[in-house]
């Protein structure tokens, strides 16, 4: 997400190295990128990100809904003509600040074609205009129709799986949380991809992989959890910090953690804190890489495999027949 880089640490997977600094090429073309009004910054930000998103697997089809409670636009990418596809909602990242469907297109449909599920993308409320909980209301919203009304559109309701990259994860892990405390049953699976969970920046990697040449900085996430949270009181609250939850009952659980991060220790915690609770947790750490290294899949072996690895978990997680979801 930084915007220069002064150089990269040699701890950096070649490729991973390469994005990294034609990223930072991109947001280098606006020097005066965190002045700018925040609507300029996300138009930018887009644009940046919009070659990353490009190619990869072509859908059977795509389509647009507004559904819930709340109205939510969701982006449905199927990748086969299947009758009844098992779901994996996907949640962008972007610090609950910038990104949408279009920055993560891609890595919907590498999900999509490679686990072989329906992916329901979320375009849920950015922050500040929209705090703490909204975002996570509207995503609990769209849970609610695809147990409801999922059926009448070919996705499966009782195969459902939901997960994203920093905000987004939160987001996925706190939407479980919600439901279990609304005396819901819980999805069939949760996908974590480098996420932010607790709001301390006292963990050893803040310090180690803090600076531009590691994607995200502390400085950075200071400001996003500000843009998040209505005041400091929200810290302690485990549906906006689920690092403070009781995580008993949570489902099956995968972690995709970029080593070079500074939220890699934050998600090796919460991985522990998810199987002292009896959570089934299934943890990657991908050395050389930094935050948001999944959308270098276009040149990254790395990411690539990362993805395949990720996908083959999903499959199994929720592809066979199953109740593990249940209405």
Request: proline share 6%; with cysteine; aromatic share 8%.
């Amino acid at each position: 997400m930084n915007q220069t880089t002064a150089g990269v640490a040699d701890d950096l997977d070649p490729d991973i190295r390469r994005f990294q600094r034609e990223m930072a090429a991109a947001y280098g073309r606006y020097p005066d990128f965190e002045q700018l009004p925040l609507g300029e910054r996300r138009r930018i930000a887009e644009e940046v990100r919009a070659p990353w998103a490009a190619g990869g697997p072509v859908m059977h089809s795509t389509e647009t809904l507004n559904v819930g409670a709340f109205g939510v636009r969701v982006r449905i990418h199927r990748p086969n003509a299947g009758a009844m596809l098992p779901v994996l909602i996907y949640v962008h990242g972007g610090g609950w600040t910038m990104f949408s469907l279009d920055t993560h297109d891609r890595l919907m449909r590498e999900y999509a074609a490679r686990a072989g599920v329906a992916v329901v993308g979320i375009d849920y409320s950015l922050s500040p205009e929209a705090k703490f909980p909204l975002a996570l209301d509207e995503i609990v919203s769209v849970v609610r129709w695809l147990r409801a009304e999922g059926e009448a559109h070919g996705l499966d309701p009782r195969r459902i799986a939901i997960g994203g990259d920093s905000a987004g994860a939160n987001l996925s892990v706190a939407a479980n949380l919600a439901l279990v405390r609304d005396g819901k049953a819980p999805l069939s699976a949760i996908l974590v991809n480098y996420g932010a969970f607790d709001g301390r920046a006292d963990y050893p990697s803040y310090g180690r992989y803090d600076g531009p040449a590691y994607n995200l900085t502390t400085a950075e996430m200071a400001v996003f959890w500000a843009n998040y949270l209505r005041d400091d009181a929200d810290f302690g609250d485990p549906l906006a910090c689920p690092m403070r939850a009781d995580l008993a009952g949570l489902p099956p659980t995968f972690f995709a953690v970029a080593a070079c991060d500074i939220l890699a220790d934050e998600n090796r915690d919460m991985a522990a804190r998810l199987a002292a609770a009896g959570v089934a947790v299934d943890f990657r750490d991908y050395a050389g890489a930094t935050h948001s290294f999944l959308e270098a899949v276009s040149i990254s072996p790395l990411a690539d495999r990362a993805l395949a690895e990720t996908s083959e978990w999903l499959s199994g997680q929720i592809c066979a027949n199953n109740d593990n979801d249940s209405q």
